[in-house]
């Protein structure tokens, strides 16, 4: 019995050995393969998705590859209008527009390669360059000619005006509460909340609140003479409705860490800065602001990053409407999914993949890393 | 001198209020912007609330603001909400579903990140790239040319132990701890809408579509790279000398984490626990793919009541405030962890 037990514990031993030696390899496994599982593998598959058409057959589906089709009906065929927009001819106005922001990008790669010029530094800003010329043409040529924007340029507009309106509050409010006041504690929880709140449940509280006729605000838009009109029937104010929503609720997050970011601010320095006699503006932009730009930067990181999935609050609040415009990318590629049409949902989601990691590599490589440099 | 001890009558009327005044009117200045704010934050909260109390008839007559002045309230809505419709088994879903897809994201994530800044890696750039070629090829070979999925993923795992022990072994390339570290925090850019009709797919051939593991195991690897990037630098920040000391007396590296390295973390687990918890609780997308009926969560049936007559603001009312007020208690009195833990990650980044 001794015989057949001995060995046993010496492989017992030779394992737990075994595991220790390659402790920090399985430590990491299980996150790898989670990642593997459902990022990496549904990434590949869903760049073939796009690139085949999926149909319903007999006893399941059938899918037949047809190269770069998906992308192409969306960029110049079919889908143009619910991607890119309709456009109208440029008038001498758009095109003056354009011409100057293409001279201010060019001004930008310009001083990059007269004071510090890298091959792949100046590749990757040309590839920013580009892509930011082609989201203003973009923009000029549907919303500033009176065309109507895809759900390419709506999910720009959500996500440009959408993260500077909740900074700027969210710093405002955050640079308020540092203040030596009373109940700041008080506010700081009442803040907090609306990140909480599911942006579902955001979404149907946005549209009973803005209800005209049988809301809260119902009596103050009767007095106005607005009783009968709706929001949601014009494309700005449905689109204001969904950037309301979403400040409503991201405001808290950019408020949460950029208080918290002031409160860590050198005191003895704004001390003697008051001492000397600064005024808060000087405190603000001498001292105050250095010391949390690279936090501010990286906030907006985080909320870019975020704002490109919205979906929730467009479909809740109008379903996309009036017409297309409110669709984001994420609602256009679900509305492509429940049609049946995988391969253009597949291929609208590989356009917003680009699109958010360009916007946020852009960032991140010359804001962010530039805050943190000037900081150290 | 004497002026500086007993000011005038003339500064004591004039400047001294003036004085006043000045640190007065910005203090109102904040209160106003402060207590507006409120305002807008609360007052949304406090309609649906009471939205919540009201019968068809109230809604429908125009706004009513006070219950027991301005209308009658009444638990109608209440009592069908928890007790005809079926409420409770969306809730049951979510909470499982959150709670134990946090539990797992968390405990696999600040594995990971421990590992990762504690130990050294060294992953050899060349066998990454010939795996994701295989993983791209099997993908080809199975969805293009029909060949069985066993059959090629057998093949491709040959294929990549071979590739390990001969040509590998030339390349000196290799992926450092940042590396790996941004990778995996890297996957947050994605947007789910990407990922979500092959796992949609992927689901359904394992016929674990609109079941509870399903979510679980997406929301998981979707809050993965949060727990990663946050538990990361509460791990750096440590000192290392408690876990050497353990090591010496002989624990075991899993050992150390679990007695040593997590207990130290604490605070800022919590915050990371709180954090993927709301995600998980408010995700809405993944949920709408992945469920139909029996795995339904809260955030899907919210969005589900918007019926042909209308949304029926009682009804829904009832389900916005059940969903929100467990989220709301706990993370008032997390608040200050979960500020602190987002700015560790914020500075960090």
């Known amino acids: ?376 | 001198m004497n002026n500086g001890n007993a000011p005038s009558l003339w500064r004591r009327l004039f400047e001294a209020p003036a004085i006043d005044e000045q640190a007065l009117l910005p203090k109102l200045g904040t209160y106003g912007v402060l207590v507006l704010w409120t305002l807008v934050v609360l007052f949304p909260l406090y309609w649906v609330l009471v939205t919540s109390f009201k019968a068809e008839l109230e809604v429908d007559n125009g706004p009513f603001f006070l219950p027991f002045i301005d209308f009658k309230p009444t638990l109608q809505a209440w009592r069908f909400m928890l007790l005809e419709n079926n409420t409770l088994g969306p809730y049951l879903n979510s909470i499982v579903v959150s709670v134990v897809s946090t539990g797992l994201a968390v405990l696999i994530g600040s594995l990971a990140a421990y590992a990762l800044v504690r130990i050294r890696f060294h992953v050899k750039l060349a066998a990454v790239a010939c795996f994701l070629v295989l993983l791209a090829a099997v993908v080809v070979a199975v969805a293009a040319f029909g060949v069985a999925w066993p059959i090629a993923s057998v093949v491709a795992i040959a294929l990549f132990v071979l590739f390990l022990g001969t040509i590998g072994r030339r390349f000196k390339l290799a992926l450092s701890n940042g590396d790996i570290e941004f990778w995996m925090i890297s996957n947050r850019i994605m947007p789910p809408i990407v990922a979500v009709l092959p796992i949609y797919i992927m689901f359904q051939h394992l016929r674990l579509l609109d079941t509870q593991i399903a979510l679980i195991a997406t929301y998981t690897a979707v809050n993965l790279p949060i727990v990663v990037w946050l538990t990361r630098d509460f791990f750096a920040g440590i000192p290392i000398d408690l876990e050497e000391s353990a090591e010496i007396d002989g624990a075991s590296k899993f050992r150390v984490f679990f007695t040593i390295a997590l207990p130290l973390v604490r605070s800022g687990l919590v915050a990371t626990l709180m954090l993927v918890l709301i995600l998980a609780w408010n995700e809405y997308l993944l949920a709408l793919f992945l469920t139909n009926a029996r795995a339904q969560t809260m955030p899907v049936l919210v969005s589900a009541q918007n019926t042909t007559r209308g949304p029926q603001w009682w009804y829904m009312s009832v389900l916005i405030v059940i969903m929100i007020a467990p989220v709301i208690t706990i993370a008032t009195f997390l608040q200050k962890h979960i500020a602190r833990g987002l700015l560790i990650g914020a500075v960090k980044g």
Request: positive net charge.
């Open chain 1, 1 to 376: 019995m001794s015989a057949i037990s001995l060995p046993q514990t010496e492989s017992r031993a030779s394992l737990s050995e075994l595991v220790d030696q390659n402790a920090g390899r399985l430590m990491v496994l299980p996150a790898t393969l989670v990642l593997l599982a459902f990022a990496i593998f549904p990434l590949l598959i869903s760049g073939y998705l796009s690139l085949s058409r999926f149909a319903l057959a007999p006893g399941g589906y059938k899918l037949t590859f047809i190269g770069l089709y998906n992308f192409k009906r969306l960029l110049v065929g079919a889908q143009q209008y619910h991607f890119l927009g309709t456009f109208k001819a440029m008038g001498p106005l758009q095109w003056s527009l354009f011409g100057v922001f293409v001279l201010l990008v060019l001004y930008w790669l310009g001083q990059f390669v007269v004071t510090r010029f890298s091959v792949v530094g100046f590749i990757g800003r040309l590839i920013s360059a580009s892509g930011a010329a082609g989201i203003v043409f973009l923009v000029l040529a549907t919303i500033g000619t009176g065309g109507v924007p895809g759900t390419l340029v709506t999910t720009f507009i959500y996500v440009a005006l959408g993260v500077a309106i909740q900074f700027v509050l969210g710093l405002a409010l955050a640079l308020l509460c540092a203040q030596p006041i009373r109940a700041r504690n008080w506010f700081r929880v009442i803040f907090f909340i609306p990140l909480m709140v599911t942006p579902v449940g955001i979404a149907y509280m946005f549209r009973m609140m803005a209800d005209m006729q049988k809301g809260p605000f119902a009596p103050i838009s009767r007095i106005f003479g607005l009783g009968e009109w709706a929001w949601s029937t014009d494309p700005w104010s449905a689109r204001f409705m969904v950037i309301v929503g979403d400040t409503w609720q991201w405001t808290p997050f950019v408020f949460i860490v950029l208080l918290a970011a002031i409160e860590n601010q050198p005191r003895d320095q704004v001390e003697a800065a008051r001492i000397d006699g600064a005024g808060g503006w000087q405190v603000f932009r001498d001292i105050t602001w250095p010391s949390i730009a690279p936090i501010a930067a990286t906030v907006v990181l985080i909320r870019l990053i975020e704002a490109f999935k919205i979906i929730d609050l467009p479909n809740v609040l109008t379903a996309g409407g009036p017409g297309l415009s409110t669709e984001s990318m994420t609602l256009n590629s679900f509305i492509a999914w429940r049609t049946q049409d995988l391969g253009t949902s597949a291929a609208v989601g590989y356009l917003l993949l680009f699109a958010s990691t360009l916007t946020c590599v852009s960032f991140f490589n010359y804001v962010v890393r530039r805050a943190r440099r000037h900081q150290s």
